[in-house]
């Protein structure tokens, strides 16, 4: 793993197309499974179910993957290109584990591959049991360049869409969403025929829109000038109540209101957390401080960025005897803790990523406009964005002069930074990256990114301008700055 130049990040190993070689592919989930066989959750003859997204490179890397199924002793179920939460939920479902050949946002020259066991994600404690696996590479099955010799093809598409379609339909009733024109944003993601599908089977009038065969790295964090524009095009066309969306695996959704206004994650979060009821809320330390400014929520507990993190403190929750938690990501993915009563009986929980449980819980909210529903949260505005070519190590150097060496250096680097901006910071929380908050509650959140050479900066004020005004001269502030 060391060598291959794909490494763990904070939704499983991801790297460049051409570091991710069917030997490296291939390694990595006999290491995967050769630690679940320790822990007593694959055997001989046992089923893993893969999926992927629509990533050029992800049917070779499925092919890899399926053999090495193989090779271990499994039986590789093939559930074909669906999002990534149906797949867990249908290997949930049957207590097997799984994995998902997907690079989420990134670019196309990336991918990635994300692991479950049999009932949940693997987390980083997973980890290092996973990394010290010794893999046994049979002589032959791979030429120089570590392509697989004679690929076997993938067996016959068992489906995951049906059950994931159905899930919500149940939840909230076939004519929940009647009278309402909805536009589809389809664009390169794996889900945008099942989004289609369910919202249609809720009664809406569906428009699809922007669909693209090429690979578009949608982040629902830092969308791009152009999805913006088409946005607020379309609304303008089309006279939509809503236009929805999902990243590129289909795990984090992205909503616009009626004037084509894109929703922050984390805000869609909170509504969404609010509508099911829910008592702890677990939500990374970059989210919205809306959530606890809000007092709707018995607990609020914030951990690092990352999917896996957020599920560790939720399973803690419901440990501690929690009765209904949820969790989201400040990308909008929403992950349900603990399961909830539904129109046709109680939905299951499902503690990974999703992008259609908080599209559909605004959706079919009583207000008759998504715009409405926010005028009750307190006006708390985020923004984040990214300078890309930030490697890895940039990132290590920044934060370790930000908050490294002695008071003078690290206050020197501090006011190098932030001075400028916003003042001396009144406090610094180190959680994940340098998070600081200054007067008048605004914030600069610096990390570096787990799937990507990149630096993310989100920041937070009382206005929307002020936030990405913010964000904007933190970012260029960095840029200008000597990484020694």
């Avoid at 999926?51 to 890397?61: E, F, K, N, Q, W």
């Avoid at 309402?180 to 099942?194: C, E, F, P, T």
């Avoid at 930030?390 to 932030?418: E, K, N, Y």
Wanted: net charge negative; proline share 5%; hydrophobic share 45%.
């Amino acid at each position: 793993m060391a060598a291959s130049g794909v490494a763990f990040g904070t939704s499983g190993a991801r790297g460049l197309v051409s570091a991710m070689t069917d030997r490296v592919c291939y390694g990595y989930t006999a290491g995967f499974l050769g630690y679940l066989s320790e822990q007593g959750e694959f055997a001989v003859g046992g089923e893993v179910a893969l999926a992927g997204d629509l990533r050029p490179s992800t049917p070779r890397i499925l092919a890899a993957c399926a053999q090495a199924v193989r090779d271990c002793g499994g039986v590789p179920v093939f559930c074909g290109y669906v999002p990534t939460p149906a797949l867990a939920l249908f290997a949930f479902g049957r207590g097997i584990p799984s994995l998902m050949v997907t690079g989420s946002h990134i670019p196309a020259d990336r991918n990635g591959i994300k692991f479950y066991r049999a009932a949940g994600e693997v987390l980083k404690s997973d980890e290092a049991g996973i990394s010290r696996q010794v893999i046994q590479l049979s002589g032959g099955r791979f030429d120089s360049a570590g392509a697989l010799a004679n690929p076997a093809p993938l067996p016959p598409v068992s489906d995951a869409e049906t059950a994931y379609i159905a899930r919500y339909i149940d939840h909230f009733g076939p004519g929940a969403l009647a009278g309402k024109r909805i536009g589809v944003y389809q664009h390169s993601a794996v889900g945008r025929d099942v989004l289609a599908r369910i919202l249609t089977g809720l009664g809406a009038e569906v428009v699809l829109l922007g669909r693209s065969e090429v690979f578009v790295p949608v982040d629902t964090e830092a969308i791009r000038a152009e999805d913006v524009a088409l946005a607020h095009g379309w609304a303008a066309e089309y006279r939509f109540d809503a236009i929805v969306s999902t990243d590129g695996d289909s795990d984090r959704p992205l909503l616009a209101d009626e004037t084509g206004t894109w929703l922050r994650g984390d805000v869609l979060g909170i509504v969404c957390a609010a509508s099911l009821g829910a008592t702890s809320v677990v939500t990374p330390v970059s989210s919205n401080s809306a959530v606890e400014a809000c007092g709707q929520f018995a607990r609020v507990v914030r951990t690092r960025i990352g999917s896996p993190y957020v599920i560790a403190a939720m399973e803690a929750e419901l440990a501690a005897g929690s009765e209904r938690v949820v969790g989201y990501e400040a990308n909008g993915g929403f992950l349900l803790g603990s399961a909830i009563a539904g129109q046709a009986g109680m939905t299951r929980a499902l503690p990974t990523r999703d992008a259609v449980l908080p599209i559909l819980a605004v959706l079919a909210a009583r207000s008759p406009r998504v715009s409405a529903q926010l005028a009750d949260l307190p006006p708390r505005f985020t923004h984040s964005d990214r300078l890309t070519r930030f490697p890895p190590d940039w990132s290590a150097q920044l934060f370790g002069q930000l908050t490294g060496g002695d008071d003078a250096a690290r206050i020197a680097m501090q006011t190098a930074l932030f001075g400028a901006i916003a003042g001396p910071a009144e406090a610094v929380d180190l959680t994940d990256g340098v998070r600081a908050r200054f007067a008048g509650g605004r914030v600069i959140h610096l990390r570096g990114s787990g799937n990507a050479p990149e630096l993310r900066c989100y920041t937070e004020a009382e206005s929307e301008a002020e936030a990405a005004a913010l964000n904007a001269q933190a970012l260029r502030v960095v840029s200008t700055l000597r990484i020694t």
